[in-house]
């Protein structure tokens, strides 16, 4: 076992991520998760001596394109750390809308049930924030719910899980659905990243040709499942909000909002039940 000094390595590989076209950063991160420190202590004792093999293991992982998240198990979402494995899609920054809309809009006591869980990010943050919620997460995945259960135990969280085919499962009335739900036309799976297309489960990123397909499911099945006054909150894609307009009106909801993300595009879509009022 060779040793060098932890700067030399750092710099090493910094230089090779970026020849790579991969952030330096992961390096550090990596380094970080490796030696059991911070970043910032990483940074500053760069007098220590390691032995670069089980960074290289870890890099090679990276430059061939699996996702950082995968490579160190976990990922930082609404301010928890979540496990997230391959049997997951990984959790992204813009869903945290949807969480922080769920949060503001969802009534005291409310029946929740998050459709599509699979690491559970969004019913765990959910709850987590609203303790007087009543939140399930399904999803028809048991991989998923696998990783949903790790994820709850190490929150400590009191969200429920249940295998389920959209909301099939569910035969109690509930006030709220959240869902991020697979939305990308298979048409388009080809043109995304690498290391999204190779890596992350297809049936997280697609259901289907149009990538509406799901979307279309959710709204015609939670009429019968919603309280008169229950409604959907739910994640789409980029350039859909015509096309959800035209299935909630075609399904008899109403679009009380459509919410952007940081890159004003339309990301969150609320919905209740026309005549509800």
Same mark, same amino acid.
């Given at each position: ?17 970026? !020849? #790579? ?11 970080? *998760? $490796? ?8 940074? +500053?004792?760069?007098?220590? %001596? ?7 293991? $870890? ?7 699996? &996702?950082?998240? /995968? ?23 813009e869903t945290e809308i949807l969480v922080e809309t769920a949060i503001a809009r969802a009534k005291p006591g409310a029946r929740v049930v998050d459709i599509g869980t ?11 924030? #609203?303790? *007087? ?33 959209? %909301?099939?499962?569910? *035969? ?30 297809? %049936? ?9 397909? $799901? ?6 099945? +939670? ?10 909150? %739910?994640?789409?894609? /980029?350039?859909?909000? !015509? ?16 919410? &952007? *993300? ?9 919905? +209740? #039940?026309?005549?509800?009022?």
């Open positions: 076992m060779s040793r060098e000094l932890l700067a030399v390595v750092r710099t090493r590989f910094r230089d090779e991520a970026l !020849q #790579r076209g991969v952030s330096p950063r992961d390096v550090d991160l990596l380094l970080s *998760d $490796l030696l059991g420190q911070s970043p910032a202590w990483v940074f +500053s004792h760069g007098d220590t %001596m390691v032995d670069p093999a089980p960074l290289e293991q $870890l890099l090679k992982r990276r430059f061939d394109g699996e &996702p950082l998240q /995968y490579i160190r198990g976990r990922t930082e979402f609404f301010s928890h750390d979540f496990v997230v494995d391959d049997r997951v899609l990984i959790p992204r920054p699979g690491s559970g990010c969004i019913a765990i943050s959910l709850e987590k924030a #609203r303790p *007087d919620l009543r939140v399930t997460g399904v999803d028809l995945s048991l991989d998923a719910l696998a990783v949903a259960s790790i994820n709850r135990r190490r929150l400590s969280s009191n969200v429920r899980l249940a295998a389920s085919n959209l %909301m099939a499962s569910i *035969d109690a009335e509930v006030d709220l659905v959240v869902t991020n739900p697979p939305y990308i036309a298979a048409t388009e799976i080809a043109a995304l990243a690498p290391e999204v297309r190779l890596f992350e489960p297809m %049936m997280a990123l697609t259901p289907g040709v149009t990538g509406m397909e $799901l979307i279309e499911r959710i709204l015609t099945q +939670s009429r019968s499942r919603l309280a008169l006054t229950g409604m959907i909150i %739910m994640e789409i894609g /980029y350039g859909q909000d !015509q096309q959800v307009r035209a299935a909630a009106e075609e399904a008899t909801w109403v679009v009380d909002e459509m919410i &952007p *993300d940081l890159a004003g595009v339309d990301r969150v879509v609320v919905l +209740s #039940r026309r005549g509800s009022e």
